[in-house]
């Protein structure tokens, strides 16, 4: 295979540049290699090249401005960053922008290697069609079409990715898709449930234990982190994780080793880690419930899913999903989900969103007669969407709800927690009027 692949490589170091050539030819690619971007560009036009690796910060033209005229002419090809620690952000927009992956200086040759066997070993095609026919439903909306095309750039790429969103967004359905449309689609695909796993077992359960190491240690158990080996750890509602285990996690982000409960010796584990949580990890790092050092290490790249009730045109394909997928998993005759009550559907706020919007019409689909769903066959508390059809009325109300809360966010210098107690509400409404009313709790601090 390697025989008739051909890489370019660029960078300004000329001595790094002489050590990529030798380990890529010895083994066994064919190398072409650029000190510049513009030298690179002229070698391109004359040579098939089947991977551009190239540093992120060159004179003249920047390895940003290079991906940018090599995707005017090459959409397809992939491309792999190397960057230097303190320009690891320009990396991560790198990837956001179509890169596949990147390295951080310095970086050992194998893990170079490696990389480009996983991409140039298996399909790097994720078109638009191909990710349409995935099963997701997306809908039609704006907000989730942006996520849609960040899941397609990142997706081919091993950096860590944090997806952020209420409960029962469609996160970890996500993260399965992050999994399949990249090159470790063939590789495991493991799934830790941070939220209901008591702290002394989420320890065994990610790294596993030797026989003996504690009383209960009857055998040997490998933990998911090295069952992920080669594929995909999935960590849903990281953002629940005791103090003790954000240290442990940080270690394994940081140096990508693991040793077992009662264990001497290390092993060394590749897996790509996606985390997901509905909470406001940015506010829990300012209250000093959740460690800087790991926050910024699971969010190299983020992505926020949007909460129904901000996507309310997507819910007709939603719904008739939802219903169709139902009745055929149940050989159910075909229900019909008339005009008026989805109408009525996009009329409610939807706190428990996607997952909310799925139960009910299930529910609706047991309980309807003549099988059409009415509203009232969905049992629902309906609670009206604010941002359906706003009036006057509702327009002061919300002035005055968004005024209440600047209040208390400046009597608790921006804290929501103590803000949202002051209102009597919950933390996650707080979350989310804030982000509805474009209130930064940051700019209350004063």
Request: glycine fraction near 6%.
């Amino acid at each position: 295979m390697n025989q008739t692949k051909q890489i370019l490589i660029v960078d300004d170091d000329l001595t790094l540049l002489e050590v990529l050539h030798t380990r890529l030819t010895t083994a066994g690619f064919k190398v072409a290699k650029a000190s510049n971007g513009k030298d690179a560009l002229v070698i391109m036009q004359k040579k098939s090249i089947d991977l551009l690796i190239s540093d992120i910060k060159m004179p003249e033209m920047s390895g940003m401005e290079l991906l940018t005229k090599v995707r005017a002419t090459s959409p397809r090809l992939p491309v792999i960053f190397l960057t230097a620690y303190g320009t690891i952000s320009g990396a991560v927009g790198a990837v956001k922008a179509g890169a596949l992956d990147y390295l951080t200086k310095p970086f050992e040759g194998k893990d170079l290697i490696t990389m480009i066997h996983n991409i140039l070993g298996k399909p790097t095609k994720r078109s638009k069609d191909l990710m349409d026919t995935s099963g997701f439903i997306w809908g039609v909306s704006q907000k989730m079409e942006e996520v849609k095309e960040l899941l397609k750039k990142v997706a081919g790429s091993n950096a860590t990715i944090l997806i952020l969103g209420e409960s029962g967004v469609g996160k970890e359905c996500i993260a399965k898709l992050l999994h399949n449309f990249s090159t470790r689609v063939n590789g495991p695909y493991m799934v830790v449930d941070c939220g209901s796993t008591p702290p002394g077992i989420l320890e065994s359960e990610l790294f596993g234990h030797l026989k003996g190491s504690f009383t209960h240690a009857i055998s040997d158990k490998k933990g998911l982190i090295e069952s992920a080996n080669g594929g995909t750890l999935f960590l849903d509602e990281v953002g629940n994780i005791s103090a003790e285990m954000q240290s442990r996690l940080l270690r394994f982000l940081e140096e990508r080793t693991i040793r077992q409960v009662g264990a001497v010796k290390e092993k060394t584990i590749d897996c790509r880690v996606i985390a997901a949580t509905n909470s406001d990890l940015k506010q829990n790092v300012e209250d000093g419930t959740f460690r800087q050092d790991l926050y910024y290490r699971l969010k190299v790249v983020t992505m926020l899913i949007p909460p129904l009730q901000e996507r309310i045109e997507d819910i007709p394909e939603l719904a008739r999903f939802f219903v169709s997928n139902y009745t055929s998993s149940n050989n159910l005759p075909a229900i019909e989900l008339p005009d008026e009550t989805i109408k009525w559907l996009q009329t409610l706020e939807w706190p428990g969103n996607v997952r909310e919007l799925k139960n009910s019409l299930e529910t609706g689909s047991i309980l309807c007669k003549n099988n059409i769903i009415l509203p009232e066959d969905l049992q629902l508390e309906a609670a009206p969407n604010p941002s359906h059809k706003r009036d006057e009325n509702n327009f002061s109300i919300e002035e005055s709800e968004k005024e209440a809360i600047i209040r208390a966010l400046k009597q608790t210098k921006g804290v929501k927690k103590e803000a949202a107690e002051l209102l009597g509400i919950s933390r996650r409404a707080i979350q989310y009027k804030s982000k509805k009313y474009e209130l930064d709790a940051s700019e209350f601090k004063k």
